[in-house]
Protein backbone atom coordinates (compact mmCIF):
# COMPACT_ATOMS: atom_id res chain seq x y z
CA UNK A 1 0.00 0.00 0.00
CA UNK A 2 2.36 2.77 -1.18
CA UNK A 3 2.08 5.99 0.43
CA UNK A 4 -0.34 5.54 3.53
CA UNK A 5 1.45 5.22 6.62
CA UNK A 6 0.54 2.90 9.25
CA UNK A 7 -0.78 6.09 11.61
CA UNK A 8 -3.76 6.53 8.59
CA UNK A 9 -6.18 4.55 11.05
CA UNK A 10 -8.45 1.85 10.65
CA UNK A 11 -10.80 3.94 8.94
CA UNK A 12 -8.36 4.77 5.80
CA UNK A 13 -7.60 1.18 5.51
CA UNK A 14 -11.07 0.34 5.62
CA UNK A 15 -11.68 2.82 3.27
CA UNK A 16 -8.97 1.40 0.82
CA UNK A 17 -9.75 -2.21 1.53
CA UNK A 18 -13.45 -1.54 -0.25
CA UNK A 19 -12.03 -0.02 -2.72
CA UNK A 20 -9.89 -2.19 -4.13
CA UNK A 21 -12.10 -4.56 -3.85
CA UNK A 22 -14.64 -3.13 -6.06
CA UNK A 23 -12.29 -1.29 -7.83
CA UNK A 24 -12.44 -3.77 -11.00
CA UNK A 25 -16.82 -3.63 -11.38
CA UNK A 26 -18.07 -1.77 -14.20
CA UNK A 27 -16.17 -0.12 -17.31
CA UNK A 28 -18.14 3.27 -16.64
CA UNK A 29 -20.55 4.82 -18.85
CA UNK A 30 -19.70 5.48 -23.00
CA UNK A 31 -21.12 8.67 -24.22
CA UNK A 32 -20.80 6.63 -28.18
CA UNK A 33 -23.11 4.22 -26.11
CA UNK A 34 -26.11 6.43 -25.37
CA UNK A 35 -28.29 7.44 -28.43
CA UNK A 36 -29.99 10.13 -25.82
CA UNK A 37 -29.60 13.79 -26.41
CA UNK A 38 -29.36 14.48 -22.71
CA UNK A 39 -26.66 12.97 -20.87
CA UNK A 40 -27.83 11.21 -17.62
CA UNK A 41 -24.86 11.84 -15.08
CA UNK A 42 -25.39 10.31 -11.47
CA UNK A 43 -23.60 12.52 -9.02
CA UNK A 44 -22.62 11.19 -5.55
CA UNK A 45 -22.02 14.21 -2.92
CA UNK A 46 -20.10 13.21 0.14
CA UNK A 47 -23.15 15.09 2.25
CA UNK A 48 -26.02 17.55 1.91
CA UNK A 49 -24.93 20.79 2.97
CA UNK A 50 -25.40 24.07 2.49
CA UNK A 51 -21.50 24.59 2.61
CA UNK A 52 -21.82 23.65 -1.12
CA UNK A 53 -24.10 26.37 -2.00
CA UNK A 54 -23.00 27.01 -5.59
CA UNK A 55 -23.63 23.34 -6.97
CA UNK A 56 -27.36 23.65 -5.34
CA UNK A 57 -27.29 27.02 -7.60
CA UNK A 58 -27.10 25.40 -10.58
CA UNK A 59 -29.12 22.83 -10.14
CA UNK A 60 -32.29 24.74 -9.00
CA UNK A 61 -31.05 27.63 -11.63
CA UNK A 62 -31.11 25.06 -13.96
CA UNK A 63 -27.82 24.99 -15.45
CA UNK A 64 -27.41 21.55 -15.66
CA UNK A 65 -30.40 21.36 -18.04
CA UNK A 66 -29.22 24.06 -19.99
CA UNK A 67 -26.35 22.13 -20.28
CA UNK A 68 -28.00 18.95 -21.70
CA UNK A 69 -27.39 17.41 -18.65
CA UNK A 70 -30.27 15.47 -16.68
CA UNK A 71 -28.32 15.49 -12.66
CA UNK A 72 -29.22 12.40 -10.19
CA UNK A 73 -28.30 14.12 -6.86
CA UNK A 74 -27.41 11.14 -4.81
CA UNK A 75 -26.27 12.05 -1.03
CA UNK A 76 -23.41 9.34 0.13
CA UNK A 77 -23.10 10.35 3.61
CA UNK A 78 -19.58 9.56 4.15
CA UNK A 79 -16.34 9.88 1.67
CA UNK A 80 -15.80 5.94 1.79
CA UNK A 81 -19.52 5.95 0.20
CA UNK A 82 -19.02 8.27 -1.98
CA UNK A 83 -15.60 6.75 -3.76
CA UNK A 84 -16.91 3.09 -3.10
CA UNK A 85 -20.06 4.37 -5.67
CA UNK A 86 -18.00 5.97 -7.66
CA UNK A 87 -15.74 3.01 -8.14
CA UNK A 88 -18.36 0.45 -8.73
CA UNK A 89 -19.92 2.98 -11.23
CA UNK A 90 -23.25 3.55 -9.14
CA UNK A 91 -21.84 6.92 -9.96
CA UNK A 92 -20.51 8.70 -12.57
CA UNK A 93 -18.77 12.05 -10.30
CA UNK A 94 -18.24 11.78 -7.00
CA UNK A 95 -18.05 15.09 -4.73
CA UNK A 96 -15.86 14.74 -1.90
CA UNK A 97 -12.55 15.81 -0.06
CA UNK A 98 -9.62 15.11 -2.96
CA UNK A 99 -7.72 13.58 0.08
CA UNK A 100 -9.95 10.67 -1.21
CA UNK A 101 -8.57 10.00 -4.24
CA UNK A 102 -4.79 10.27 -3.26
CA UNK A 103 -6.00 7.21 -1.16
CA UNK A 104 -7.28 5.49 -3.78
CA UNK A 105 -3.97 6.24 -6.04
CA UNK A 106 -1.88 4.98 -2.88
CA UNK A 107 -3.70 2.09 -2.88
CA UNK A 108 -2.71 0.81 -6.14
CA UNK A 109 -6.66 1.38 -7.58
CA UNK A 110 -5.26 1.00 -11.81
CA UNK A 111 -8.16 2.97 -13.25
CA UNK A 112 -8.13 5.80 -10.36
CA UNK A 113 -10.27 8.58 -9.58
CA UNK A 114 -9.37 11.88 -11.14
CA UNK A 115 -9.97 15.62 -9.58
CA UNK A 116 -11.23 17.83 -12.35
CA UNK A 117 -12.98 20.96 -10.41
CA UNK A 118 -12.77 22.02 -7.12
CA UNK A 119 -15.62 23.89 -5.19
CA UNK A 120 -14.53 25.08 -2.07
CA UNK A 121 -11.66 26.69 -0.97
CA UNK A 122 -12.12 27.10 2.82
CA UNK A 123 -12.76 24.81 5.30
CA UNK A 124 -16.60 24.88 6.28
CA UNK A 125 -16.37 23.49 9.52
CA UNK A 126 -16.90 25.61 13.09
CA UNK A 127 -15.15 25.19 16.93
CA UNK A 128 -17.88 25.40 19.44
CA UNK A 129 -17.46 25.44 22.78
CA UNK A 130 -20.12 24.02 25.29
CA UNK A 131 -19.75 27.47 27.41
CA UNK A 132 -19.61 31.11 25.93
CA UNK A 133 -15.95 31.78 25.67
CA UNK A 134 -14.28 35.33 25.05
CA UNK A 135 -11.17 35.95 23.13
CA UNK A 136 -10.74 32.63 22.15
CA UNK A 137 -7.47 31.33 21.53
CA UNK A 138 -6.53 27.97 20.23
CA UNK A 139 -4.54 26.86 23.35
CA UNK A 140 -7.60 26.84 25.21
CA UNK A 141 -8.18 23.21 23.76
CA UNK A 142 -5.52 21.71 25.70
CA UNK A 143 -6.14 19.12 28.05
CA UNK A 144 -9.84 19.58 26.47
CA UNK A 145 -12.31 16.76 25.02
CA UNK A 146 -12.88 17.68 21.69
CA UNK A 147 -15.24 15.90 19.34
CA UNK A 148 -13.28 15.92 15.96
CA UNK A 149 -14.40 13.64 13.44
CA UNK A 150 -13.56 10.41 11.93
CA UNK A 151 -9.63 9.82 11.51
CA UNK A 152 -8.29 10.13 7.98
CA UNK A 153 -11.12 12.67 7.29
CA UNK A 154 -10.33 16.93 6.20
CA UNK A 155 -12.61 17.91 9.26
CA UNK A 156 -10.06 16.10 11.58
CA UNK A 157 -6.62 16.95 9.62
CA UNK A 158 -7.54 20.38 9.08
CA UNK A 159 -8.26 20.63 12.73
CA UNK A 160 -4.93 19.01 13.49
CA UNK A 161 -3.28 21.28 10.85
CA UNK A 162 -4.80 24.13 12.48
CA UNK A 163 -3.14 23.21 16.00
CA UNK A 164 0.11 22.80 14.51
CA UNK A 165 0.11 26.01 13.23
CA UNK A 166 -0.85 27.50 16.62
CA UNK A 167 2.39 25.47 18.30
CA UNK A 168 -0.24 22.92 20.05
CA UNK A 169 1.17 19.11 19.82
CA UNK A 170 -2.42 17.60 18.69
CA UNK A 171 -1.61 14.76 21.64
CA UNK A 172 -2.12 17.06 23.63
CA UNK A 173 -5.47 17.90 23.16
CA UNK A 174 -8.15 14.67 24.01
CA UNK A 175 -9.52 14.52 20.53
CA UNK A 176 -12.65 12.16 20.01
CA UNK A 177 -11.94 10.64 16.53
CA UNK A 178 -14.61 7.80 17.06
CA UNK A 179 -17.86 9.31 15.87
CA UNK A 180 -18.61 10.28 12.27
CA UNK A 181 -18.76 14.14 11.12
CA UNK A 182 -22.32 13.90 10.87
CA UNK A 183 -22.95 12.65 14.66
CA UNK A 184 -20.91 14.70 16.27
CA UNK A 185 -23.37 17.31 16.95
CA UNK A 186 -25.85 14.88 18.81
CA UNK A 187 -23.35 13.44 20.83
CA UNK A 188 -22.23 16.87 21.74
CA UNK A 189 -25.88 17.66 22.86
CA UNK A 190 -25.72 14.54 24.58
CA UNK A 191 -22.68 15.78 26.98
CA UNK A 192 -20.33 14.39 25.32
CA UNK A 193 -17.10 16.53 25.22
CA UNK A 194 -16.14 19.84 25.93
CA UNK A 195 -16.09 21.43 22.10
CA UNK A 196 -16.81 19.75 19.11
CA UNK A 197 -16.09 20.50 15.43
CA UNK A 198 -19.41 21.08 13.43
CA UNK A 199 -20.42 21.92 9.82
CA UNK A 200 -23.43 24.05 9.27
CA UNK A 201 -26.52 23.79 10.32
CA UNK A 202 -25.45 21.80 12.80
CA UNK A 203 -23.36 24.70 14.36
CA UNK A 204 -25.89 26.89 14.16
CA UNK A 205 -28.49 24.50 15.44
CA UNK A 206 -26.47 24.34 18.68
CA UNK A 207 -26.34 28.03 19.07
CA UNK A 208 -29.93 28.19 18.69
CA UNK A 209 -30.79 26.01 21.47
CA UNK A 210 -28.67 26.91 23.66
CA UNK A 211 -26.44 23.80 23.70
CA UNK A 212 -23.16 25.89 22.40
CA UNK A 213 -21.37 28.94 21.04
CA UNK A 214 -19.26 29.22 17.96
CA UNK A 215 -16.08 30.31 19.18
CA UNK A 216 -13.83 30.30 15.92
CA UNK A 217 -13.83 29.08 12.60
CA UNK A 218 -11.56 26.50 11.18
CA UNK A 219 -12.37 27.63 7.56
CA UNK A 220 -10.60 31.12 8.12
CA UNK A 221 -7.87 29.70 10.78
CA UNK A 222 -6.42 27.35 8.15
CA UNK A 223 -6.43 29.44 5.30
CA UNK A 224 -7.11 28.42 1.75
CA UNK A 225 -7.65 24.66 1.59
CA UNK A 226 -9.08 22.60 -1.50
CA UNK A 227 -11.70 21.32 0.83
CA UNK A 228 -13.54 19.43 -1.87
CA UNK A 229 -13.89 18.51 -5.16
CA UNK A 230 -15.75 16.42 -8.08
CA UNK A 231 -13.84 13.49 -9.28
CA UNK A 232 -14.41 10.76 -11.64
CA UNK A 233 -12.44 7.70 -12.87
CA UNK A 234 -9.64 8.26 -15.47
CA UNK A 235 -11.70 5.84 -17.58
CA UNK A 236 -15.10 8.13 -17.41
CA UNK A 237 -12.92 11.45 -18.04
CA UNK A 238 -11.61 9.81 -21.19
CA UNK A 239 -14.76 8.37 -22.46
CA UNK A 240 -16.89 10.90 -21.66
CA UNK A 241 -15.56 14.91 -22.22
CA UNK A 242 -17.96 16.68 -23.84
CA UNK A 243 -20.06 15.47 -20.68
CA UNK A 244 -17.23 16.44 -17.98
CA UNK A 245 -17.30 19.60 -20.03
CA UNK A 246 -20.83 20.13 -19.89
CA UNK A 247 -21.13 19.61 -16.18
CA UNK A 248 -18.40 21.70 -15.81
CA UNK A 249 -19.63 24.80 -17.68
CA UNK A 250 -22.95 24.37 -15.59
CA UNK A 251 -21.19 24.36 -12.66
CA UNK A 252 -18.95 27.50 -13.22
CA UNK A 253 -22.60 29.28 -13.73
CA UNK A 254 -23.31 27.99 -10.47
CA UNK A 255 -20.15 29.56 -8.98
CA UNK A 256 -20.30 32.52 -10.96
CA UNK A 257 -24.06 33.44 -9.29
CA UNK A 258 -22.66 33.04 -5.88
CA UNK A 259 -19.98 35.44 -6.60
CA UNK A 260 -22.71 38.40 -8.19
CA UNK A 261 -25.16 37.85 -5.53
CA UNK A 262 -25.79 38.52 -2.00
CA UNK A 263 -26.03 35.70 0.84
CA UNK A 264 -29.80 36.35 1.07
CA UNK A 265 -30.45 36.09 -3.05
CA UNK A 266 -28.07 32.36 -2.50
CA UNK A 267 -30.20 31.20 0.21
CA UNK A 268 -33.35 32.07 -1.32
CA UNK A 269 -32.37 29.87 -4.67
CA UNK A 270 -31.47 26.88 -2.48
CA UNK A 271 -33.79 26.79 -0.51
CA UNK A 272 -36.14 23.71 -1.85
CA UNK A 273 -32.81 21.61 -1.09
CA UNK A 274 -33.11 22.62 2.22
CA UNK A 275 -37.06 22.27 2.70
CA UNK A 276 -36.65 22.00 6.56
CA UNK A 277 -34.39 24.77 7.38
CA UNK A 278 -36.08 28.48 7.79
CA UNK A 279 -34.85 31.38 5.87
CA UNK A 280 -33.68 33.23 8.20
CA UNK A 281 -31.35 30.65 9.59
CA UNK A 282 -30.24 29.26 6.08
CA UNK A 283 -29.72 32.89 5.19
CA UNK A 284 -27.24 33.57 8.07
CA UNK A 285 -25.80 30.27 7.60
CA UNK A 286 -24.73 31.27 3.65
CA UNK A 287 -23.93 34.26 4.74
CA UNK A 288 -21.57 32.70 7.10
CA UNK A 289 -19.79 31.60 4.22
CA UNK A 290 -20.36 34.03 2.20
CA UNK A 291 -17.71 36.15 4.26
CA UNK A 292 -15.11 34.03 5.19
CA UNK A 293 -14.79 33.55 1.09
CA UNK A 294 -15.60 29.93 1.20
CA UNK A 295 -16.21 29.48 -2.35
CA UNK A 296 -13.72 30.36 -5.53
CA UNK A 297 -14.39 32.16 -8.45
CA UNK A 298 -13.47 29.25 -10.68
CA UNK A 299 -13.09 25.70 -10.56
CA UNK A 300 -9.64 25.38 -11.15
CA UNK A 301 -7.92 22.74 -8.88
CA UNK A 302 -4.06 24.45 -8.84
CA UNK A 303 -1.21 22.62 -8.30
CA UNK A 304 -0.66 24.77 -5.42
CA UNK A 305 -3.43 23.72 -3.37
CA UNK A 306 -2.80 20.46 -4.65
CA UNK A 307 0.36 20.38 -2.31
CA UNK A 308 -0.64 22.16 0.71
CA UNK A 309 -2.98 19.25 0.82
CA UNK A 310 -0.49 16.64 0.47
CA UNK A 311 1.38 18.78 3.46
CA UNK A 312 -1.84 18.57 5.73
CA UNK A 313 -1.41 14.63 4.97
CA UNK A 314 1.60 14.31 6.02
CA UNK A 315 1.12 16.66 8.88
CA UNK A 316 -1.32 14.22 9.92
CA UNK A 317 0.71 11.08 9.59
CA UNK A 318 -1.57 9.09 6.72
CA UNK A 319 1.04 10.58 3.71
CA UNK A 320 4.65 9.01 3.27
CA UNK A 321 4.70 9.42 -0.36
CA UNK A 322 3.28 12.04 -1.95
CA UNK A 323 1.14 11.77 -5.30
CA UNK A 324 1.79 13.36 -8.31
CA UNK A 325 -0.39 16.15 -9.42
CA UNK A 326 -0.68 15.26 -12.89
CA UNK A 327 -1.91 11.83 -12.33
CA UNK A 328 -4.67 13.51 -9.44
CA UNK A 329 -5.85 16.22 -11.22
CA UNK A 330 -6.84 17.54 -14.40
CA UNK A 331 -7.47 21.82 -14.88
CA UNK A 332 -8.35 21.11 -18.37
CA UNK A 333 -12.27 21.38 -17.95
CA UNK A 334 -12.17 23.68 -15.30
CA UNK A 335 -10.30 26.32 -17.46
CA UNK A 336 -12.58 25.53 -20.68
CA UNK A 337 -15.18 26.79 -18.57
CA UNK A 338 -13.75 29.80 -17.08
CA UNK A 339 -12.93 31.17 -20.59
Given at each position: ??G??KR?????I?????????AG?????N???SG???K???????AH??????M???????Y?E??G?E?T????FG?DK?M??VL?????I????SE????????????Y??N?????????????????????S???????D?L????????E?V??????K?????A???I????????T?????G??G?F??E?E?????L???G?G????????????????S??ARKS?L???R???????????????????????E???VI????P??E???L?A??????????????L??E?S???L???I????????K??????L????????A??
Open positions: MKVSAGAACALLTVMLAVCGNGAEAESSKEVVLNEVSIFYAPYVAIEEGFEKILLVTGATTATDEADGFMGSTIYTYAGGTEDVVFAQLTQRAGNFLVSREPVEDFWDMLVGKVGGRAGGMPMFEYILGNGIDPDVRDQSIDFGSAAAFSGQDTVFPHATSEQKEYVVASLGEDSGYVPYTFSYEKNDTVQAFTDALQKGMDYVQSHTPAIAEAPQFETMDTTIVERYYKQDTWKENIFEAFELQNLEDSGVLERVPYAEVTAEFAQKAE
